[in-house]
C-alpha cells in the first residue's frame, strides 16, 4: 500500500474522530447502545439490517428523526383499533424511560418518530421497548402472535442548528403527503408536543 494511502486513512480516522468528539462536546455524552436485532425476520434482511446499524451512536439529550416499518410493510395500520392499541404506547414514559417523544405519526405500514434521548437510556434501547410494546398491544388486539414491526430502523440525528417545529411538522404531515387525510386534524395518529 502506497504511503500516501496510510496517511489519507490516518487523515480520515482523525478526523471521524474528531467530528464525533466535536458533536460529544455539543450536545453531551455517548450513551452505551445495545444491539436492536428484536423479532425473527427473513435471513435476506440481515446483512441490509446490519448495514442501518453501521455506524450507528447514541448521544445523551440527542434529538432523533426514527422511521420503522411494519414487518413485510403490512398495512397492519388500516385498522382502527390495531392503530389506537400501537398509538397508546407511543407516549408513555414507562416504555420511553427518560427519552422525550417530541413528535409522531403512524402511518398504515410505518411510523415516525421524532425522539430527544435522556441521559441514561441508547436510541436502540428505547426503540426497541416502543416496538416491542406497541407489538403486544397490537397482536393483543388482533389475537395474533408474531413480528409487527421489521427488525431494523432508520435513524437521523438531528444537528442543532436544524429548526424541531420544522422537522415534526414535515413528521405529522406524513398522512397530507400520502392523501390519507385533507387536513392533520382528520387524521387521528399523530401528535407533536408544541401543540
Known amino acids: ?28 455524552t455517548l450513551l452505551q447502545d445495545e444491539k436492536h436485532d428484536v423479532g425473527a425476520g427473513p435471513a435476506r434482511e440481515h446483512q441490509g439490517h446490519h448495514a442501518l446499524r453501521k455506524g450507528r451512536i447514541s448521544i445523551a439529550n440527542g434529538v432523533y428523526l ?9 398495512k397492519l395500520f388500516d385498522d382502527f ?19 422525550t417523544m417530541l413528535a409522531w405519526v403512524l402511518m398504515p405500514d410505518h411510523a415516525h418518530w421524532l425522539l430527544q434521548l435522556g441521559e441514561r437510556d441508547g436510541l436502540s ?6 416496538k416491542s410494546a406497541s407489538a403486544r398491544y397490537v397482536n393483543r388486539v388482533r389475537g395474533a402472535s408474531g413480528a409487527v414491526w421489521a427488525k431494523s430502523f432508520h435513524d437521523h440525528g438531528l444537528r442543532s442548528d436544524e429548526d ?5 411538522r414535515y413528521v405529522v404531515a406524513n398522512p ?20
Open 125 to 130: 434501547r428505547v426503540v426497541n421497548r416502543l
Open 66 to 74: 426514527i422511521t420503522t416499518t411494519t414487518f413485510e410493510r403490512q
Open 81 to 99: 383499533p390495531v392503530s389506537c392499541a400501537a398509538a397508546r404506547c407511543f407516549e408513555d414514559a414507562d416504555f420511553l424511560g427518560d427519552a
Open 176 to 195: 397530507l403527503r400520502a392523501g390519507l387525510a385533507t387536513q392533520i386534524g382528520n387524521y387521528p395518529f399523530w401528535n407533536a408536543v408544541w401543540l
Open 1 to 28: 500500500m502506497p504511503a500516501n494511502e496510510n496517511i489519507n486513512r490516518a487523515q480520515g480516522a482523525r478526523l471521524q474522530n474528531g467530528i464525533v468528539a466535536d458533536v460529544v462536546r455539543v450536545q453531551g
Open 164 to 168: 424541531l417545529q420544522a422537522v415534526a
